[in-house]
């Protein structure tokens, strides 16, 4: 490509402006924190057979890498602009759009590969087919594997409904079931289709500029689809052509940031079936519930080993159960029919309960030391409510061989647990993040390294700050700390460890609540002999080592809490309607509205600029009951801090007594 250089800067984005002769291809991409993945584009676009009769314009977006001043000295002929800000993809990719001068626009991602005859293809295509306003290629993933992204359909409410419930999962062979992804249709063959990825979209100038770019209403996903939908509404047709490919990094952007891609996803998809299909409102309910069930879904599969192992235990107790009755009594059902199905609710609610509340299943590691103490607290529960419930009295030794029998069960299911961890190489190859890039951090990297370690596979470091670095110690940045969750979701951590001592004891709490997963331990550590100590504690005893969990931060407080707000809210909002309404006004169901939603407790903090990490702001609490009015804020703080320490369910008792006989203080 000729070019003639200068470097203007306009004051609004501060746009680097190169004159290129009538190019016939300008490729506008929008980068941010992916400079290597970029690098990698730009090579690629250098190698095309048409690249003299392109242009190249690249967006950044407040990117924190140092991508621009790496880049910008390689390819002096690309034309950069720089925003001040996070624009989001559509908003980024307008900024292109309208100094492209060439007669074809390619809207490409960074974190891409073109072919050398991709740009050639796709010209031909659009020049022998006037009536196809854009199009796209097969894109492929860095293993060669199809994505199914890049030709789909409308999300249409069916569609929708099929790709949030699954059904196109079970069906995707079958044109009723799979509209959205279009699996039922070959990868190898040219056709119209209905939306292509925002990865690779290679359009007539004319028809971008007819549809006026992207839709900013759109931060990132879901402005693909609709630019195709209004371009196919000017009509022009959008097309699939597969004679050509490039491979697409998925992610690295949203890897790299603090944005929850999940959450972005749906949000997106929601705005656009708003925006073209706000006339049914049955599909916008579905929609919404759909979006509902699936966040659900993920946060469950976040724990889908605490709660298989809770099902076993459900399934060994209750089998133990009716085994017992059989060798008892002689049949399964042994007992009067009016214990039915009664006695297999008691049992299995004290035995979760017992489990519980002795820190089973959702802290920290699943262990047979624990499962035994919960099953022994079961047999002492179960035994002492046959004294106050005599027409259950059945058999003793029916309760002793249930719980005997499941004992020996939870032992089983554990140790099989243990084998399969072992067999995977979990336990012999534990894979470990280092949080921090301190000079303590680098230490630690090297001794871990150097050291015949066991059980330590060092997959990368995560940074505290945003940093322009890519790698630190040897060691990949895998992105930002607030962005943990999906890190470690995304390279299966089991062991993070951080080693930056400016982070507070309460930021590390948050952090570790923001994962709230078992299977992952966390330790603090500067020094390797640190994480040697760490691991064997928690072989040993199962805990998070090097950090003191406050007490409400714990599974099974926060759950007793949780239902104790529940029920003292529905009851203040039904029963108690008409005295909490004299007594203090309609501003209290207010709160209480937030409470029943998870939004505010009964009993909790008074409201600060530094909240303890755990606690919810309370419509009542140790600050609140202390004239609150007259407490300086280190005193406020510290009876926070004090409450989220030192917590208790007497403690919450004690505090709502206190509030509930003061004179004068309504709800």
Same mark, same amino acid.
């Given at each position: 490509?000729? /070019? ?9 984005? $501060? *746009? ?16 941010? =924190? ?46 950069? *602009? ?49 009536? @196809? ?5 097969? @894109?492929?993933?860095?293993?060669? /594997? ?60 004319? &028809? ?39 491979? $697409? ?48 879904? #993920? ?57 519980? #509340? ?74 470990? @993040? ?11 990297? /090297? ?53 930056? /001592?400016?982070? #507070?004891? =309460? ?8 994962? &709230? ?68 006004? &309609? ?25 303890? #990490? ?19 804020? &280190? ?17 919450? *008792?004690?505090?709502?007594?206190? $509030? ?8």
């Amino acid at each position: 490509m000729t /070019t003639k250089h200068e470097d203007n800067t306009q004051s609004s984005e $501060h *746009i680097s402006v190169l004159e290129p002769e009538c190019p016939l291809v300008s490729v506008v991409i929008v980068n941010y =924190n992916v400079k290597d993945f970029l690098l990698q584009c730009l090579r690629s676009l250098q190698q095309s057979s048409i690249f003299p009769s392109t242009e190249i314009i690249v967006v950044d977006n407040d990117s924190s890498d140092g991508s621009l001043e790496f880049l910008k000295p390689l390819f002096p002929n690309v034309v950069f *602009i720089a925003s001040k800000e996070n624009l989001g993809f559509g908003r980024a990719n307008n900024l292109g759009i309208e100094i492209a001068k060439g007669e074809f626009i390619l809207l490409l991602n960074p974190d891409t590969i073109v072919s050398e005859n991709t740009l050639e293809k796709m010209v031909e295509y659009l020049q022998s087919h006037a009536e @196809v306003g854009m199009c796209g290629c097969k @894109v492929l993933n860095p293993d060669g /594997t199809f994505q199914l992204a890049c030709r789909r359909g409308f999300p249409t409410p069916w569609a929708s409904f099929c790709k949030i419930f699954g059904l196109q999962s079970l069906f995707p062979a079958s044109k009723l079931f799979a509209q959205y992804n279009q699996t039922f249709r070959s990868t190898d063959e040219t056709y119209y289709i209905d939306a292509l990825i925002g990865a690779f979209m290679f359009a007539r100038r004319e &028809a971008l500029l007819q549809a006026k770019g992207f839709d900013p209403v759109f931060f990132m996903y879901g402005e693909d689809l609709d630019l195709c939908y209004r371009i196919q509404q000017n009509g022009w047709k959008v097309a699939y052509v597969p004679t050509t490919s490039i491979i $697409h990094f998925k992610g690295e952007s949203t890897r790299r940031s603090t944005l929850n891609e999940i959450k972005v996803f749906y949000q997106a998809m929601e705005i656009f079936a708003q925006k073209h299909f706000s006339a049914s409102i049955l599909f916008l309910t579905f929609l919404r519930l759909g979006i509902w069930l699936r966040s659900v879904l #993920a946060y469950l599969n976040r724990f889908k080993r605490p709660l298989g192992i809770l099902l076993l235990d459900v399934i060994s107790i209750n089998s133990a159960l009716l085994i017992a009755t059989k060798l008892r009594f002689g049949e399964f059902l042994g007992f009067p029919d009016y214990a039915y199905p009664i006695v297999f609710f008691a049992v299995t609610t004290v035995m979760l309960v017992s489990m519980i #509340a002795v820190g089973e299943y959702f802290e920290e590691k699943i262990s047979f030391r624990k499962a035994f103490l919960g099953l022994m607290v079961s047999f002492f529960l179960l035994s002492s409510l046959t004294y106050f419930f005599k027409g259950f009295g059945f058999s003793r030794g029916v309760l002793l061989m249930t719980i005997g029998a499941t004992v020996i069960s939870a032992a089983f299911s554990r140790m099989l647990m243990s084998l399969y961890d072992k067999s995977l190489g979990r336990e012999a190859d534990r894979r470990v @993040v280092l949080v921090g890039l301190t000079d303590e951090a680098e230490r630690l990297v /090297t001794a871990l390294q150097t050291a015949e370690t066991r059980n330590a596979h060092l997959i990368g470091a995560i940074s505290v700050e945003q940093s322009p670095k890519m790698e630190f110690a040897g060691l990949k940045i895998l992105g930002n700390i607030d962005y943990l969750p999906k890190l470690i979701e995304d390279f299966k951590i089991q062991e993070v460890v951080i080693a930056d /001592t400016s982070l #507070a004891l =309460n930021s590390i709490m948050r952090i570790i609540m923001s994962v &709230a997963s078992p299977s992952v331990r966390f330790h603090i550590a500067q020094e390797y002999g640190d994480i040697v100590a760490a691991r064997i504690i928690s072989d040993v005893s199962g805990t998070t080592s090097g950090i003191q969990q406050y007490p409400i931060t714990q599974f099974r407080y926060r759950l007793l809490k949780r239902v104790f707000d529940i029920l003292i809210s529905l009851f203040l909002l039904t029963i108690a309607f008409p005295a909490v309404y004299l007594l203090s006004g &309609a501003d209290s169901f207010k709160k209480l509205w937030l409470v029943l939603k998870g939004k505010m407790s009964i009993v909790g903090l008074y409201p600060e600029e530094n909240l303890p #990490a755990g606690g919810k702001i309370g419509i009542t609490g140790l600050a609140a009951i202390s004239s609150p009015k007259g407490l300086l804020p &280190a005193a406020i703080r510290n009876l926070n801090q004090y409450y989220v320490e030192h917590y208790s369910f007497t403690l919450d *008792i004690d505090i709502l007594l206190k $509030h509930l006989f003061r004179r004068n203080r309504g709800i």
